[in-house]
């Protein structure tokens, strides 16, 4: 059996693409088919602007298998809601068994095809079709990302029908495949939003407030032309993905999900969405049912600015309204919490600050011991508060906490490395948002991943099963249930998400466990900085095998966002962003401090090194 690589004969369109000009709708043939001849690989449709829809052509009368089989790829990476014209290439049984929501199997290239056949196509009732590819990643049946690897190689099988004498598939993989570029324009990230079941953060009312519950992201991928806000309303309501289920809650009741003749969502003309829901929802009392809001409210503001209050209903009647200032005052999100400061350390060694977002290039000193040169420093980590700062010493030995507040001293260090050279001493230091400060030490004798509770006490050791390296870096995010280590084994260095479990008992000191670290980074061989930059992405430095150092974004699944990739920047050693996306990056580049702000090129900032937002 070998791939089949000829072709010829009369083309015919495959799929129909519609363009949306000034209201009218064009339509043009998109893609080709032979009439006759051997099967091909599918090629991936080039990324189309978002007004363009892709209809699939149903199968033509007496068509050979082979263009069955190719006019079924097709139809996968139309916008058809319901896989409607993709089935007609399916017998009856074919088509009602199968279940395209499955999964999602993402190819470097669209799938190629290898035939089996023997004898006369023209005699025999029977076709074998092998698809080929290399996976790129999956998306399983709750919308998650995974990056993978490998070859794909999957059976479809083809029969004549007795009655009709036309070719259909009567056997397939369950879900879809495609290649990278058709599902780069067929689906799109969009977070969805729950709440961490044992994080709550200050609230932004300030002091003497009560903590909120932590509003965690997770990420999904839904498609992006079949109705996206309803799918994404729908999603939400099912629940978390497996990874993040057992560290977040949804205030949504079990059973919850949208009424039945709730159709299509959209909010109305003055920015408000209704979703009515079922009976399942109607006994929500004010405060479950505003977190059932903000949940909604967060989630689609992720999907489209078009939405900034959510109203919900069940049995007919209103259950509550909750607009978009109101939410902040429900659940904490990340990347609403806008830092006061950019930190940074100068060229005596002491912790500085600049007005985060500010153009200025003139720092002052923080108040406290650590701003006041008592210790000099390497590395350092600012509170999300901004109450509290940590601090490396020179030689990366020493781990020191201090107040942000005027007239305290410093005391003895914290923590203390035993490592015998500096690179195998401690990492800079990280603080959560329940105010735990995480630092790895990276003593070749006793590599160890720490957290001292509120920056103090006795470090307690967080297990990490499954980690096959030696921690270099740490970042724990926003949400207090994910963190993001730089993992170094045989040279190569790699950025792995983990999910943060605490078993806290009354009296003892709480358990720590980093669960199901996974690569956030596939496609590069060394990663050297990292920071969040959003409620579920960060900005990494590193390179590809072969390839020359970049900046560029990462999604916690692995995926690559949407967002631009920021202006190249040579010789980066330390990155620094914040969940709020609006603030510029800042780097640690050939001895200078320089920022990126929105769309324009880096700009020296000043002489100095460790630049940080809070966290």
């Known amino acids: 059996m070998g791939a089949d690589r000829g072709g010829g004969g009369r083309r015919r369109p495959a799929r129909v693409v519609a363009y949306t000009v000034g209201g009218v709708v064009l339509l043009a043939g998109c893609a080709s088919m032979p009439d006759s001849g051997d099967l091909r690989g599918v090629e991936s449709t080039p990324r189309q602007d978002p007004q363009v829809r892709v209809f699939a052509m149903p199968p033509r009368e007496d068509a050979p298998p082979s263009d069955i089989v190719q006019g079924f790829l097709e139809a996968l990476t139309s916008d058809d809601p319901h896989y409607e014209t993709a089935r007609r290439y399916l017998t009856g049984d074919a088509a009602e068994n199968w279940r395209p929501d499955e999964s999602a199997t993402v190819l470097a290239g669209g799938p190629g095809t290898e035939s089996d056949h023997s004898g006369s196509r023209e005699d025999a009732n029977d076709y074998s079709v092998t698809l080929t590819g290399a996976r790129v990643a999956t998306v399983d049946a709750q919308q998650s990302y995974s990056p993978a690897d490998g070859s794909y190689r999957k059976s479809v099988h083809l029969t004549r029908d007795a009655k009709t004498g036309q070719w259909r598939i009567d056997q397939l993989p369950q879900g879809v495949v495609m290649g990278k570029s058709d599902f780069q324009r067929n689906y799109m990230s969009v977070n969805r939003y729950y709440f961490a079941s044992n994080t709550a953060v200050r609230s932004a009312a300030g002091e003497g407030a009560s903590p909120q519950p932590a509003a965690v992201a997770d990420p999904v991928y839904v498609r992006r032309r079949v109705d996206p806000m309803t799918q994404v309303v729908r999603s939400l309501i099912s629940g978390p993905s497996s990874l993040l289920g057992p560290v977040v809650r949804s205030s949504f009741p079990t059973g919850t999900a949208l009424a039945k003749n709730a159709g299509s969502l959209a909010p109305d003309d003055r920015s408000k969405l209704t979703v009515p829901l079922n009976e399942k929802a109607a006994g929500a009392d004010q405060d ?37 200032d109101r939410a902040e005052t ?72 201090g107040s942000l507040v005027s007239g305290g001293s410093l005391g003895d260090p914290v923590l203390l490395s035993k490592g015998k050279a500096e690179a195998d001493r401690l990492t800079p230091p990280s603080w959560d948002a329940q105010g735990d400060l995480w630092i790895a030490d990276r003593d070749p004798a006793d590599p160890r991943l720490l957290l001292l509770e509120k920056g103090a006490g006795e470090p307690v050791e967080v297990r990490t099963p499954g980690l096959d390296g030696r921690v270099q ?62 409620d579920s992405r960060l900005v990494v430095v590193g390179r590809e095998r072969g390839g020359v150092q970049q900046i560029g974004y990462v999604q916690v699944d692995g995926s690559t966002p949407e967002a631009s990739v920021p202006a190249a920047l040579t010789g980066v050693k330390e990155i620094a962003a914040t969940e709020d996306e609006r603030l510029p990056l800042v780097a640690y580049s050939e001895d200078l401090i320089v920022r990126l702000p929105s769309g324009l090129q880096w700009q020296k900032v000043t002489e100095g090194t460790a630049p940080v937002y809070p966290g």
């Open 288 to 324: 479950q049912c505003d977190e059932m809001a903000a949940q909604l409210l967060y989630t689609l503001q992720n999907l489209t600015p078009a939405v900034d209050e959510v109203e919900l209903r069940a049995g007919g009647e209103q259950l509550c309204s909750l607009s978009e």
């Open 330 to 401: 429900v659940a904490a999100r990340g990347s609403a919490q806008r830092p006061d400061y950019l930190y940074f350390v100068d060229d005596e060694d002491r912790l500085v600050r600049i007005a985060a977002g500010s153009n200025g290039t003139r720092a002052e000193p923080v108040p406290g011991p650590l701003g006041e040169g008592e210790k000099a420093l390497r590395a350092v980590a600012v509170s999300r508060d901004e109450h509290s700062a940590a601090g490396i010493g020179l030689d990366n030995k020493s781990l020191y906490v």
């Open 473 to 534: 870096a740490v970042r724990a995010a926003a949400d207090g249930v994910r963190i993001a280590l730089i993992v170094e084994k045989d040279g190569e260095r790699s950025l792995l998400i983990g999910r943060i479990e605490r078993d806290e008992k009354a009296g003892e000191r709480p358990a720590v466990t980093v669960l199901e670290l996974r690569s956030a980074t596939p496609e590069l061989e060394e990663v050297t900085a990292m920071s969040w930059a959003g």
